[in-house]
């Protein structure tokens, strides 16, 4: 199975702070995928095929990456992004998770 | 608006069996593969089973084959998960999701989530 290892696992950042989630594989993937969940909700599709937004994602949101190492960036940090975001390989079987990265409010 | 229903959880002994389902609604259920993704308490999230657009090929992952089966009914827009021989590892919130492919493939709707609990 592919692992996949989030980093930092919970990171604190201020309103405007440029912030950035890393993923890294333990084999290479093509591609990459990131949810976004909120305490008590279900997670929601955030950015997928590495650096496409899914719908309604707000444009300070990008991806990036590519083999082992994959990147989630908030250009500008709003009170709106607190949630904890996980990354999703797609193409491997099993499709893994890593272990998330809870993003706070500094 | 895409909906995703899922029902059928609760309380069960280690050992028994529970079936979940998914009401599918807003899309066209039969142009979607569709998937079961669970969550355990406090935990992140897991791949657990993925079916074809007609049923006819399924995927689990490991710690589930030969104890759950994935199945759907096309004319109802529903989603099915057979849980056998349960145990406590399998207690979590299970999720019914949509599977679309752009550049890979990728969960894009997800229901409200289901919990299961295995306990004596």
């Known amino acids: 199975d592919i692992v996949l290892t989030q980093s930092p696992t919970t990171m604190a950042a201020s309103p405007g702070e440029k912030v950035t989630l890393t993923c890294r594989a333990s084999s290479s993937v093509s591609y990459m995928n990131w949810y976004q969940q909120k305490p008590g909700a279900s997670p929601k599709l955030w950015i997928y095929?590495?650096?496409k937004l899914a719908s309604g994602v707000p444009n300070r949101f990008s991806g990036s990456g590519s083999g082992t190492s994959y990147s989630l960036i908030i250009s500008s940090m709003e009170t709106e992004d607190i949630a904890t975001y996980y990354c999703?390989?797609?193409?491997?079987?099993?499709?893994?998770f890593g272990g998330g990265t809870k993003l706070e409010l500094k | 608006e895409v909906q995703l229903v899922e029902s059928g959880g609760g309380l069960v002994q280690p050992g028994r069996s529970l079936k979940l389902s998914c009401a599918a609604s807003?899309?066209?259920?039969?142009?979607?593969?569709m998937a079961w993704v669970r969550q355990a308490p406090t935990k992140g999230l897991e791949w657990v089973a993925s079916i074809s657009y007609d049923g006819g090929s399924t995927y689990y992952r490991d710690s589930v084959k030969g104890r759950f089966t994935i199945s759907r009914d096309n004319a109802k827009s529903s989603l099915y998960l057979q849980m056998d021989s349960l145990r406590s590892e399998d207690t979590a919130t299970y999720y019914c999701?949509?599977?679309?492919?752009?550049?890979?493939?990728?969960?894009?709707?997800w229901g409200q989530g289901v919990m299961v609990t295995v306990s004596s």
């Open positions: 999703q390989q797609c193409c491997s079987t099993p499709r893994t």
């Open positions: 095929g590495t650096s």
């Open positions: 999701t949509t599977v679309s492919w752009e550049l890979g493939d990728y969960f894009d709707y």
């Open positions: 807003g899309f066209t259920f039969s142009d979607y593969y």
